[in-house]
């Protein structure tokens, strides 16, 4: 029966990372997948998260499974980071948090609730968005249809367009949301949009799902929720969050899906749904990870230890995006990357095409995504010079 089978083609952005490892060049720069790296072109581990692990092996006398829906503490320290200690929501028990592998596990749930509950719903996607949106929803038996996003220059959101196309959807369907940092653009509404966004979500009867993968990566972690707390408080919102980020955790795939109800019952009727989900899926999930976030989260120090580290994180990516505007103004003073500097979070749209990316790769040994997206924090002081000179003589 194998035999039969026809090999599926390389992710394109997974399958960049593995010809990324496989180029003897020792000068490579692989500005594909997203993970954040230091000056020093690695991955850190964070201070906090090697303290709440030692803290942890002190503790731990055994390795016993987790409930369907995950860590208790965890669990209740995500919705309060999403939505605020003095969230309404959670103060009325009109929240149910989920545990999950990942953002990833958190849309694939948050998609096959969606497909057994409504499952006429089609969910409407960005584009651009993150490629692997689609194939989510799809996989759960979803139909997904696409709106756009950035305006005619790809540097700034084109919000009545957005909406314009929105207006066909139907009451039920869902509306799939980047909470901040979006990738690949790095363009996020601002607070008068989000506004808009919700009032039109409300008005229109759709279910809106967000994707909130990099809290803390764009302005600041209150500030980077925005529009996730705006959502939440006019009405039922699925919230999906990853940890990988902000925590560093990439390998350790701690992630949840966070649902907002209209009231209490609603809120437990659709978790023990999601539940099912999960069930169905992996039965529960890990436990390391989610210790180590609710370690962090439920001690003063190592909170505010956290606090600091994201912070660095998020400075050095943005210091990142102004040396790269102003070497690129040095090197091709005629075209004018500065909306790099003013995005947000790890991604950007360089503008570059497709044929631009393929000498980069062949020519320099520089990895880039076919559609020009960079991630800003594969960027370095050390490779910053080599980089530019690269793509001022593709382009």
């Known amino acids: 029966m194998f035999e039969l089978i026809q090999a599926a083609p390389p992710d394109p952005i997974l399958g960049l990372g593995e010809a990324f490892r496989n180029d003897p060049r020792t ?13 020093d072109g690695r991955t850190p581990m964070l201070a906090c998260v090697k303290e709440a692990e030692r803290r942890l092996l002190e503790r731990e006398t055994n390795k016993n499974y987790l409930g369907i829906d995950g860590h208790v503490e965890f669990r209740r320290r995500t919705a309060e980071l999403l939505l605020g200690v003095d969230s309404a929501a959670i103060a009325q028990s009109r929240v149910a948090t989920v545990q999950s592998p990942g953002g990833t596990g958190a849309l694939r749930i948050a998609a096959d609730l969606i497909g057994r509950q409504f499952p006429g719903a089609t969910v409407w996607i960005s584009q651009p968005t993150w490629p692997n949106h689609p194939q989510i929803f799809q996989a759960a038996g979803l139909l997904t249809a696409s709106h756009p996003y950035l305006d005619a220059a790809g540097t700034g959101l084109d919000l009545d367009a957005m909406l314009r196309t929105l207006e066909t959807a139907r009451p039920g369907d869902a509306l799939l949301l980047h909470a901040s940092c979006h990738n690949p653009s790095g363009i996020d509404p601002d607070a008068t949009q989000w506004e808009r966004i919700s009032n039109f979500v409300r008005e229109r009867g759709l279910l809106p799902i967000l994707d909130c993968a990099y809290q803390g990566f764009g302005r ?21 969050s990853s940890c990988s980020k902000n925590f560093g955790l990439y390998g350790e795939r701690v992630g949840a899906l966070t649902i907002v109800a209209s009231d209490a019952d609603a809120a437990k009727a659709t978790g023990s749904q999601a539940k099912a989900c999960v069930r169905a899926n992996y039965s529960n999930p890990p436990i390391h990870g989610a210790a180590v976030v609710a370690e962090i989260l439920g001690d003063a120090t190592l909170t505010a230890q956290w606090h600091d580290e994201l912070a660095a994180m998020r400075r050095r990516i943005h210091a990142m995006r102004q040396a790269f505007v102003a070497a690129m103004a040095a090197r091709v003073p005629n075209r004018d990357f500065s909306f790099i500097a003013d995005q947000l979070g790890m991604f950007s749209f360089s503008g570059l095409t497709p044929m631009q990316v393929d000498r980069l790769k062949s020519e320099y040994g520089i990895y880039i995504v076919g559609s020009g997206r960079i991630n800003v924090a594969g960027i370095t002081r050390g490779n910053l010079d080599r980089l530019c000179d690269a793509i001022a003589t593709v382009l």
Request: proline share 0%; aromatic share 2%.
């Open 220 to 240: 600041g972690l209150d500030e980077d929720v925005v529009g996730v707390r705006r959502l939440a408080e006019s009405g039922e919102t699925l919230i999906c």
């Open 27 to 39: 000068d490579k720069i692989n500005l594909s997948v997203g993970v954040f790296q230091d000056d």
